[in-house]
């Protein structure tokens, strides 16, 4: 599947992830270079735009624009983020509109001090919340959920103090949220009760790090503690010296994003336990399993299905498709790098005009043709969203003299729209909404398609159906969505509550 | 004179002034659009950045740029500014780099609110100010006076009320400064005890304004109030209704600055109760009466010389150059436009090769050779700060067929810098610092040249020399400067009181 | 009438010229910087795109870009326009597209050479001109005039010498040219037969200067030649040591474009042998003669009403308003700067809403209350074209206390529109166009209103009126332009000569 | 070794290609987008910038600007790039300042018609050649090769026909050089003598292809047909029905680049008859046998050790470290991706400091530990220049676990300097130049390392060693470079025959 840096320019087959959120509260060392360090490492998350917002002690510092981490910030905008502790931010568009007024963190200054706060995910109330802000007298600058967030904690703030505040917001927002949030000099991190996002703790030399994945810790050479627990606020103590707990809310079952370990996290991310790499190897010995057949080589879709090829490719080591344990004499299936990618292909290009598109395919994807010429070829792609890829690398393998060509998927079917907080597609734009497998396969030419079934990514994941959302590949989601069901007790909380601020004010 | 857009990079013959400020608040109207259009009126006083700050009641908005107010805004940023309440500003470079971490206003967030500040002066002892707040912590963004300024009233807002707050300040900073600054939603207004930089309060239909000049009352199609007075805090009603006055400093004597008269100010802006225009034209008879010369024709320096010189040209009309009454058929002086000045010369304009220089003169004012040709005669300009321009403008008229050339200055000789917030030359470059009126004369090639007595500005301005800044004119300044004499008795603050944060906070 | 720099963003009262050209050919010196300079000189001419094209005897060099001249290059662009000789342009946009496509000079490199082409004015005839040569095979990249002139000429040049490859097209080409032309590195200028636009020689120490306008000479150091006579080329010696000139085409009369004098050429300019600042005050001689009225104060419309304010003003002194000798004891009318001018309302000015719109003229123009307050006043504008301005005007002079506000305008009423190279308005925004003088004089609200008679124009500019291109006050133009009337005898050449290129080439 | 899209702003570990060119003729269809998607095929070779010259039979268009193919081009740029015929040029720097002035292709419009000239390679006596051609006029805009060399052909064209011009430049210049030349709408290639840069012809639909790399051509859905010879000059039919071959120069040895098959070439590239892939998997095999270890698992260093690593670890499966047969049951040595590689860290990335030095390798690549943890470890790189990053991969797998680290490296020793148009690195950076093996070894940290031999490489492209380029491992060059050894006969051509443009032209 393609990655999403070129996602609003071309039509991609692809979803796009909604951001990377950070905080980092450090001892004595200025925090913007480890936050600067941070964003690089969650970029996968968001390309659209970034930011930082650090706080002295006295004052609030804040530098958000659009375009990629190396772009937004220079050596003297590191150098005016004053302070020991901060937040940051990457981005893709979710809600509101595609510009500057929603890059994050978002910012606020009001009566009590100052907030900023990052958001990864998507709440499914915010226009009934911004309504009722908005009948209180709060103008907003977007129409982004953050916004409608930080108001509301800001005013919470003005009567209680910061537990009780988020506490307060976090019973009147419903949707995905991983949060973190700059109280005056204070680094919070919030992640919602389901758990949607991911969201952990990780401890440095000199201080203490909440961040989207894991792989942001790394970067800063420090250690992963744990995952912020659904539900949990965590308050890192000013002087980097550790962090506070408070179990907000808590409920029954979590609702972990599979996606994230399917395709967006990267793989040397650590995510509620589970080392995003191992999980696709994993879920690619069970395509094996599932599905598996024998053809002379078996390629990755690169670079996301390369993990789920490797252990596609293992798997046929030790057992053939028939689950036979493999002869000895018997080397299985050649994994190979048959497809050639090209990285430039970038947020910019030009579309070919309608009758140069079947050969455009191949400005992203070059075959390299004596690994694919006079053989029977198995790809492996992680998902298949649109289906229009797909159908291009059939078409490009078969030109390139592949004598059949095989598909396996590492997912399940995705039928049905993300609401929380992942650009998918549209329900129509699904190639799987409408049509059965073998419709599929027919319409991307391939000899023959497997999907994996969502018993193996649960399984993948040691978690339980129940424990994850799989809105997109069942249509049941574990929020209450307008014109959706739901696959649990679940409504969304009245938002009516008087706030410190009467109308009248 | 030149006047200043362009003086960054080419060496101008001319001061420039630093900044313009204003403050709004309006009953229900939105102030974005009223304080761009103020500040469009207060461009001349700073073409370097420009900024708003704004109040909707619940948080603070702020746009600040690099640039004219015409490239700093759009329609888009306007919209975003909410709020009813609001300050503004235009600057040129003071003290502190000439880059976009000192445009204005300097906006802090602070854990008792926000502060916005714009600031139009310099101080004298901003240096202790710094080390002093930067001892207990501070971190300062920039090395300008407005920041320090801003820190100071935000720690005593702490816990000092407003009113207490600047006080504390005032008694703590030494200078030249007329301050706009929006607390929270709450507009108000500082002038220093000198009243040395002007600052006035207008009427609008459905507010008040504060603004340096009352140009931008006009523009707002507004009712100049009065000046406010040297020492004075103006606070804004919120809701437009009014405001508040409260004199907190109070000296014998004020330092109006007079070259603000002379050349920085707009003819049509009233300051300290004198309309520009006319005290130029005052000027301009005084000049006559101290100094003029029958010649055949009185040219302007466009445009700053225009009303000097038509006051000039007017007086001459009634008495001759001995002071006897004019016979009636002789008409005076003719008074005509003899200089072509091009408006585009700008900001970004190449320099010519040394042996183009005094060709280049021509780009900027080209002679009408019918109007000069085999005639003598007077050029009026307002100052002649290094000498360069004056000395080319006498070789252009020369050149065009003058037959003589008597030059008519409407101020007194600029002998020594300001420390007062203008941009004016270092000593070492003040043509009039080591030479005498002759020598001046013999440098710039003059037939003539007369300045204008310190004694005819008192007049002018209706006003006691003692009453007035005119350290650029004697050397002697208002202020307590290291390495200067001052005119009057004062003394700096010594700054070491232990305000609220403690260094071991 | 405000000048035309603020012309597409908002709805201006007034015309805005088209364009600027220059040419020079120096002996040994780089003619780049001297080109730059020139255009400094001609930018009222035009704002929106700026360029320079030079040959080094071996190459062509280009720079052309969008913005003022000042923007446009930088001290290196100047350094790599190698050559002695070149050719620059500024502009505003006439036919075609406002967008860089059609900043000029147009250059064109084809088989035998390369081609370099400035131009001012308008055709009539571009389009039959375009298609002919696209059916010939010609790509255009813009839809303007100029790159058909350039591929015309080009096209006679693969087969004939540049005298008459250039005789040729100008024999197929119907309406206003002046022209600057690069052929390799030779310079070359040419007229229309009509002599419209204006275009000039002038003589700089080491080489010669062709420029729209005497200013561009005059900054150069430079003496005025004499005009470029209608109808001629002129090719400049490669070495600056003197030029050739060619009578290619003549007629019977002229149509120069009185307009120029009126409003868009520098005061301090000479065409066609007159100084535009003598006509403009003989202009207002001719307003005092003609409509004369004895008020309180005569203030200009500045910039552009001051020289016509000046003259009549001066009249004013000499003879009453009845036209007899005016009494040594009556001083006349006094003239006075009543009107102040804000320079920085420019390009990217943000209009007021409606109800702001009244007020905003004030950002403008602000009266100078101490001139107006309790007087009768006469205001002086060079020219009305929709009205609107004039209406503000003189209600802000109500405003501001006139007891009555007579207008007096320096040209006749404007009542067609523009087809030879100004963008003046459509026949139906002209106010003119439908009106009386008193139903105008309703509209604006004037106390009375006079206009300039066509002869006193003919007469100030020593000119026959059929020598003049009066279309605009008259609706009778020179040219032959579909659905208008004509005042000579005049037809378009037809566009059908084989040329060069076959179309099956 | 890290790719150089980087390469300016931080000191990389690796060299940087200096260009890739294109050349395309059609029969019907506008060549301005083929032209755009090759050199997106081609961006690898050169991201500092991109252009497009084109002739429309009757002009030359050309676009050309700093930065990305994606980010110079737009829509609208490719519609005004007219024509069939066209070029195209994507760069790094090589000789000549990093500014747009070298930005290519060069294009030049001089007396005899146009031409435009795309460059990849390095001349070794461009200097001599600028200062005879400055002596004879010529006025330089750049200090670049390509200009000289644009320079010399048309110089030679205004006497002589197309070949013999290209011909007496190729007898004149001396270096490296794959030219692709428009002049007027003619496309020609060049490829110097001794083939030192790759350029192919290809074949599509509808006309003919010159490109640096085949994988170009594939991206256009068309065929590769040859290389171009080294000598050889290639001329496009206009009409894209074929192509004219010249062999104007022949010598008895190529020195072909085998760097461009270890590491500029993109895998799926055909150069001189080599695919480049299985080049690289060669190199890999003939790694293990000539220096394999047995470990637990070998990883490459991504991307560019990836196909190195995947031949090495397929020897690996059939032979033992000792070459001896492996054993049925042992699967030898695992092949796994352990390093992941953060694709955004780019070319504004600002460095960390000092003490953050040894972390910030962790933010390019971070360690998958599941993979590393607890094992013996061999990565596999293409080459070692500076020595840098190996150092700090090595204690990164430390870190991470590794028990042992052991280095193969695809390639021998680099240790003398390119002068063929190689961005590499000076003698005194490149760790071999002045270290043995063992040496190297213990400054980067590792267990054990092995480089390639000499033999290998040209055994791996079926090629003698008198026929590649191996100066940069050997310090024999074959060119005559000043203060190096040549490794066969060869001398510089003396350059002073008289041009066609006499001093005194």
């Known amino acids: 599947m393609e990655h999403g840096r070129d996602s609003r320019r071309q039509s991609v087959d692809g979803p796009t992830e909604k951001c990377g959120v950070v905080g980092i509260a450090l001892a004595d060392r200025p925090v913007a270079r480890p936050l600067y360090y941070s964003l690089y490492a969650l970029q996968h998350r968001g390309q659209e735009s970034a930011g930082i917002v650090t706080h002295d002690g ?36 979710t809600e509101g509109s595609i510009n500057s007024c929603c890059a994050q963190p978002f910012s606020v200054s009001f009566k009590s001090g100052s907030l900023g706060l990052s958001h990864n995910g998507n709440l499914v109330n915010a226009d009934e919340l911004r309504d009722e802000l908005a009948g209180l007298g709060h103008a907003f600058t977007s129409d982004g959920d953050t916004e409608v967030i930080a108001h509301d904690i800001a005013r919470n703030l003005l009567e209680d103090d910061l537990t009780d505040a988020v506490k307060r917001t976090m019973e009147r927002i419903h949707g995905s949220y991983s949060l973190t949030i700059m109280h005056d000099d204070a680094v919070i991190g919030v992640r919602d009760p389901e758990g949607n996002r991911p ?59 599979f996606f994230e370990h399917v395709y967006f996290a990267r793989p040397d991310s650590v995510i509620d336990e589970s080392l995003v790499y191992d999980v696709r190897r994993k879920l690619g010995e069970k395509l094996w399993e599932e599905s598996g057949i024998e053809t002379d080589v078996v390629l990755p879709v690169p670079d996301s299905g390369r993990a789920f090829a490797s252990g596609y490719a293992d798997a046929a080591g030790d057992t ?8 000895e004499d018997d080397d299985g299936v050649e994994f190979a790098e048959g497809l050639m990618k090209n990285r430039y ?76 907080g992942i650009n998918m ?3 129509e734009e699904l190639i799987a909404s409408d049509k059965s497998v073998d419709e599929i396969r027919q319409e991307i030419g391939a000899d023959s398609l497997s999907y994996l079934s969502i018993d193996a990514i649960a399984q993948s994941l040691d978690s339980e159906k129940i424990d994850l959302c799989l809105g997109c590949v069942t249509g049941e989601y574990p929020y209450d969505i307008d014109g959706e069901t739901t696959d649990r007790e679940v409504s969304r909380p009245v938002v009516s509550e008087p706030g410190p601020f009467a109308a009248d004010d």
Chains 1, 2, 3, 4 share one sequence.
């Not at 390299?368 to 797909?390: A, L, Q």
């Open 345 to 420: 292909v970038g947020r910019t290009f030009i579309m070919p005009t309608q009758d140069e598109r079947e050969r455009a395919v191949r400005l992203k994807l070059n075959p390299i043709k004596s690994t694919i010429e006079g053989k029977t070829v198995t790809i492996i792609d992680d998902s298949i969203v649109r289906g229009t890829t797909s159908n291009q690398l059939v078409e490009l393998l078969k030109d390139a003299g592949a004598e059949e060509v095989h598909m396996r998927v590492g997912s399940p079917q995705i039928l049905a729209p993300c609401y929380m």
């Open 58 to 93: 006295f004052q609030q510092h804040s530098h958000v624009d659009m375009g990629l981490v190396g772009d937004v910030f220079d050596e003297s905008d590191l150098n005016t983020l004053n302070g020991t502790n901060g937040i940051g931010h990457v981005r893709y568009p």
């Open 199 to 257: 969201l952990c703790i990780g401890e440095v030399e000199d201080g203490y790090v909440l961040a989207s994945e894991s792989a942001a810790i790394d970067t800063l050479d420090g250690e992963l503690v744990r995952d912020v627990r659904p539900g949990e606020l965590v308050v890192l103590n000013k002087d980097g010296s550790g962090y506070e707990s408070h179990q907000l809310v808590e409920k029954e079952n979590t609702a972990h994003c």
């Open 425 to 427: 597609a549209t329900r």
């Open 320 to 327: 053939t498709a028939d689950g036979e344990p493999r002869p």
